[in-house]
């Protein structure tokens, strides 16, 4: 399968995403630096957001510049990937709106576990794909912070932590978020801005 016909794909669901969840964003009723500060809850939740999509499309690009060839199962696994993402919007304006409330950030929370469990199955299938003729490029992904932190037990442990805490303080929902999305940006492969 053509690469790059899953990578154009994938590239457009993502800015049809990030087109959706600006428009979100309602224009204040009164020109005042107030009325803007009164949706600072949802700017909050979309920043975030946002952020969560351009470290995902970064990390996508980047195993996607490594693997040789798509397999039929990395196309459909991606697809998983990409339709969990396109709940982004909801989860993000329903969290945002509502960022006290329990209920929209545990959808939030929901929509970003299944969000990482569809990317660590990507991340697997890519390097699954390559293991057998290219397998410094599996090592590649293998190595990826964003494959490590999801294949690892410490994670998902400090996860069910963080889904208790909901009910204590709904917005640790998108602080979790953030502080992963920051650790993954930062933790990008050394030659991740040398690929083409």
Do not use: C
Request: proline letters at 4%; glycine letters at 2%.
């Amino acid at each position: 399968m053509n690469k790059g016909r899953v990578e154009a794909f994938t590239d457009a669901v993502v800015a049809i995403v990030l087109t959706i969840m600006v428009l979100e964003f309602k224009t204040p009723d009164e020109p005042t630096f107030a009325a803007l500060a009164a949706d600072w809850s949802y700017l909050v939740a979309y920043l975030i957001s946002f952020l969560f999509i351009g470290v995902a499309w970064y990390n996508h690009h980047y195993m996607f510049a490594l693997t040789k060839h798509v397999t039929k199962k990395i196309y459909w696994v991606n697809n998983v990937w990409i339709l969990v993402m396109a709940m982004l919007p909801v989860s993000t304006a329903w969290a945002g709106k509502f960022i006290f409330e329990v209920q929209p950030e545990i959808f939030y929370f929901v929509i970003f576990t299944f969000w990482a469990w569809a990317y660590a199955a990507l991340s697997y299938t890519v390097m699954r794909a390559n293991r057998a003729r290219d397998p410094q490029i599996a090592q590649k992904i293998r190595n990826m912070s964003v494959y490590r932190l999801h294949a690892n037990v410490w994670f998902w442990l400090v996860w069910l932590i963080v889904f208790g805490l909901i009910f204590v303080w709904p917005p640790i929902s998108l602080v979790f978020t953030l502080i992963e999305l920051v650790a993954m940006a930062v933790y990008t492969p050394a030659d991740s801005d040398k690929l083409f």
